[in-house]
């Protein structure tokens, strides 16, 4: 497609609940990003891959988040054991490479609520 | 600590205003430095970036912003805004190694009066 493109566009879950959020990024892109956007703040880095190798994870709130990118290019972010905290706006980006100059896209994100 | 202050958060303008939105970061060594534009329902949109050079930065749909590495600012600026303008417009920071792992700021809703 033209753009990063994410699945769920939105999604309510019973806390407790396990949810899984896909992230197809632009073609041939080799870095992927996922980021957290509570309500009326700033995206915040999750965790960042280079084709299939997930190089930073530093930002995963807990061991209930979980991503993966298996052959390189489609990626999952998982939550397990959803709580109300993890209400929030799901961004995935992509990047050419993660370097100097290239430009970052960004998908229109999943908007997660737990209840 | 990393981080990205932006000093105002919900402006209103009026057509043909002139707009400067602040921002301050703080980040050891060497930056990059952005500004991203959401509209309502879309998503964010890259609308101008530093890396190196002329500290004056233009961008997209009339946008600049100036790199003021004493004062460790990159305000964003645009002479005379427009209805379209309406948005939320985000300052970014970043080291020179990994350009996607950007730190932001919490945001500006701009609304702009016709």
């Known amino acids: 497609g033209a753009g990063v493109s994410q699945s769920p566009r939105y999604k309510v879950a019973k806390r407790g609940q396990d949810v899984a959020l896909r992230c197809d990024p ?9 980021y957290q956007q509570a309500l009326g703040q700033g995206p915040e880095f999750l965790t960042y891959f280079q084709n299939e190798a997930q ?3 530093s930002g995963l709130p807990s061991d209930r ?5 298996p052959e ?32 970052i896209y960004f998908g229109e994100g999943s908007w997660l609520t737990v209840v | 600590a990393q981080s990205v202050s932006q000093h105002n958060h919900h402006v209103i303008l009026s057509e043909a205003a002139s707009l400067e939105l602040g921002c301050n970061y703080s980040y050891g060594g060497t930056v990059n430095l952005f500004w991203y534009v959401q509209y309502p329902g ?5 609308l101008l970036k530093y890396f190196s050079g002329d500290p004056l930065v233009k961008g997209i749909k009339g946008f600049e912003a100036e790199f003021i590495k004493s004062k460790f600012s990159f305000n964003l600026r645009k002479p005379s805004v427009q209805w ?26 701009l609304q702009v009066k016709p």
């Open chain 1, 55 to 57: 190089l930073d994870k």
């Open chain 1, 26 to 34: 632009i073609s041939g892109h080799v870095s992927l990003f996922w």
């Open chain 1, 65 to 69: 988040f979980f991503a993966e990118r």
């Open chain 2, 42 to 46: 879309q998503h964010l949109q890259l």
């Open chain 2, 84 to 109: 379209s303008d309406t948005a939320e417009y985000f300052c970014a920071v970043t080291g020179s190694g990994n350009t996607g792992k950007l730190i932001f700021g919490q945001g500006t809703t």
């Open chain 1, 72 to 103: 390189g290019s489609v990626s999952t972010l998982k939550i397990q054991r959803t709580q109300q905290e993890d209400s929030a706006v799901y961004l995935c980006a992509s990047t050419l490479r993660g370097q100097f100059g290239n430009t």
